[in-house]
Nanobody, 124 residues
Framework: QVELVESGGGLVQAGDSLRLSCVAS????????VAWFRQTPGKKREFVAG????????NYLDDVKGRFTISRDNSKNTGYLQMNGLKSEDTAVYYC?????????????????WGQGTQVTVSS
């Protein structure tokens, strides 16, 4: 059984940093592209960042470029999202996702596995 478990969310002030983690089990993590999405109430889930298994190809949402960094440690079956310079508009539930094909695409329908989400709240 495949499971993705996110952690690291919380309540912070604008300008602060957080690091989200996503621990995978039940799959060969190094064979999967991993991505982070976020969602706020009433809105569609939004692609934030994604990385192929060797991190050769990495994509970011334009709004987070220069502030967020996606990384992964395949030896630990863990993906990370380092978020610096947080803004109130970054407030959302953040989800980890994995797909077995190559590209870290923004279409959430193309991801096979999802975590349960972790809440990030940024106060201004």
């Amino acid at each position: 059984q495949v499971e993705l478990v996110e952690s690291g969310g919380g309540l912070v002030q604008a300008g602060d940093s957080l690091r989200l983690s996503c621990v995978a089990s039940g799959l060969s993590f190094s064979d999967y592209t991993v991505a982070w999405f976020r969602q706020t109430p009433g809105k569609k889930r939004e692609f934030v960042a994604g990385a192929t298994w060797t991190s050769t190809y990495i994509n970011y949402l334009d709004d987070v470029k220069g502030r967020f960094t996606i990384s992964r440690d395949n030896s630990k079956n863990t993906g990370y999202l380092q978020m610096n310079g947080l803004k109130s508009e970054d407030t959302a539930v953040y989800y980890c996702a994995a797909r077995s094909l190559f590209a870290p695409v923004a279409d959430d329908n193309l991801y096979e596995y999802w975590g349960q989400g972790t809440q990030v709240t940024v106060s201004s």
